[in-house]
């Protein structure tokens, strides 16, 4: 345990993107992922028709040169819709991964560093939310607000705090035995200081992998509530893509392998992202 | 085995055995409707679910029944007097009619149906049923119903006494009893001209010929036979593979091209539902839609064409009016709005609405009833697009039912919102739509329009029963409605039913339909 705590963070990180890179699926994934990210933020450039606009091309034609992935029951172009979509599906991910990421480290340092009353409260909040089915609060929420990316995105992003807070609270307890952390209390430094100088860049690496495990959870929790039809009509959802297509299975084979597949790949990539991320911050694995 | 998987081989070994039977006796046959939910019970005169009557109402019976054109034809009264002052009207009963355990029907059944069962404990009992005020019955063969002051229920067709708000049940069997846990109200005995044969919860429900039927030489199938799929898209593949010969219910618009181009299936539209309008209300209480010309603008900029042939494959049609034009009150000389964007732009323009660096003149909330059905998000989609076209901005917000009638119906909080209309077998159960409504309630008049000509004009409707003077009401008030434009209407609701075109007068009329007798269903 000892020799684990004082592995120094720096040279952990180099050593473990070396690690990272060597694992042939991880660094293909994380390819994938720049590039759905570089083609979410260049969706106006490459989507050659508005993604929601009925009507650009006849309805339910199959993939041409035209429509690259057809189009489907009111004319809209299936290719567009997809690269759209990938904001949305980013977007959702993206907020959902950094609110349990920002608020799982808070709480999860900070009743860790602390321990005590503060640490117990923290603990028991933590758990009550843990205990919520994620996709029935969903519904109920999309049902009763109507449904919004950001929204969702943000009660994705708070339902997954405890999963991270709980990970780097027991982190963080041990860190607070450790002798460096010791030292830094001896100088007189602040809980803060503490915290942020020598506990953050311990607990960093376990938060990042199981935040980025949120991402990819939180996109397919979208997709299932835009399947069953919960998603806001005013943006391109892959979910909300699947959904439609349904009623088409039989006739148009595209309009659910796109959306479908784009789910698939997205959230793959994003799994073995994160597996490469553990194994990059496993020091066991990183010393071998 | 788990439950499911019995539940598969029943329908499998259920299947083959009545398709076996079927073949095997020919001409009449079994005819197997696929259903979309179990039924909660098996007595009409309870319950107004469209499921439980599709299917009791093959077993029971109701006095006098509504042909296509809504005509009055007799049912259980062979015929029947109306006094002058429309008070008192003398039925007289078919003539050796006998219940499904031999019992002979009589007027006294007629009697403990209206007064102590119906009247009270039929969900539309007390408000149709509210004039009747006694069954007399001189002999087994009469029986005179009183009525305290005239009604449009009780005036022809006699809406009052068709199957679905007045089925007759055995008195003999019910009374004195809870009706509700009665077991014969789920397993009936009616004079109908099905027999209930077996009810298993959860898989199907077998009706059988009623060989004693008074209507000499009918039925002409000797078995109907429901399966419960509650699952859309197996219902639908069961369809597909000649397993079910009947779907009634819930059949996607998306379904009708590919099926509808097979030389076996027939595609039936229900002559009849020409109550159902779908299209948009708005909240005329705030600014921009206070203006009548923003309305106007709106009306001018949808193509409702492009709507019935997007959304409904074109099986719909383009409506005119909150009217089906099928109905004997729909007015063809209604004010009607064509499309034409440079009238929509000149318009809102008049109304002050001039469009922003952006070519957006203003934004609005347009609220998706999700449970109208699919059509209705690919509506508001069209719609999007089509507003755009005269710079406006429409941002769509699919609610589910509830949140729906809780956000607009209750507290008002919309902009533009669906509408999904029915006007009922007579447009005065529908007018509720469009009067001041005296208090929040679902499906009555959300939209802020009062117009007390218009509450005079449907006021009167409701009360007259000179069909002529009725017809000049309801038209005066279609001309007022389609002038002001609190509601947008844009397509007839056509309800495609899918039947195996191995059988034939299967499907007629959705409104009789939901108390159809199958009468003159056969195999070809």
Redesign the interface.
Known sequence: MASRVSTIPRRQWTHGLRHFTSSKLAGISAAILVLVVIIALAAPLIAPYPP????VSP?LIPPSTTNLFGTD???RDGFSAIVFGARTALTVGGIAGFVAFAVGILLGCWGGLRGGRVDDFLMRVVEAFQVLPVFFVMLVIA??F??STEVTALVLGLLAVPSVARLVRAEALALREADYVAAGYALGNTHLTVAFRHVLPGVLGTALTVSSLEVASAILTEAGLSFL??SD??VASWGAMLNNS??????AWWMAVFPGAAIAVVVLSINSVAEGLANMTNPRLVQR | MSDAGRRILTLIVGSLLFGSIAMAQGGGGTLRIGLNSEPITLNPAITNNQIDVFVSAKVYEGLIYVDEDMNPVPGLARSWEVSDDGLTITLQLQQGVRWHDGVPFTSADVKFSLEDVVKTKHPLGPSQLAVLESVETPDDETAILHLSGPSIFFASPYLALNASTAPIIPKHLFEGTDIATNPVSSNPVGTGPFRFEEWVRGSHIVLVRNDDYWAAGLPLLDQVVYLVIPDA?TRLLAFENGEIDYLPFGV?Y??LG?LGARPDVDVIRFRDTRYQIHGLYFNVRNEPFSNPLVRQAIAHAIDKQ?IVD??TFGYDRVANSIQQSGSVFYNPGVPTYDLDLTTAAALLDQAGLTPGANGIRFETVFT?D?GAG?TA??T???L??QLAKVGIAL??????R??FLQTVYQNYDFEVATFYGTMGPDPSVGSKWFVTPSAPASFVNPTGYSNPKIDDLLGEFAVQTDQNRRRELFNEAQDILLTDLPYIPIREDSWPVLVSSRFTGVATDMFAGKADRLLNAARR
Do not use: C, H, M
């Not at chain 1, 929601?52 to 009507?55: M, N, P, R």
């Not at chain 1, 349904?246 to 006739?251: D, E, P």
């Open positions: 929601l606009q009925t009507g309805a029951d009111l004319g049902s009763v109507g449904p039809g919960f009509s005013n349904r009623q088409f299975l039989s006739s | 898209s996607p998306s379904a590919r492009a997007n959304v998706v999700l699919e998000l690919k508001a989609e069209l999007r697009d941002k769509i917000v699919p609610l589910e509830a949140t």
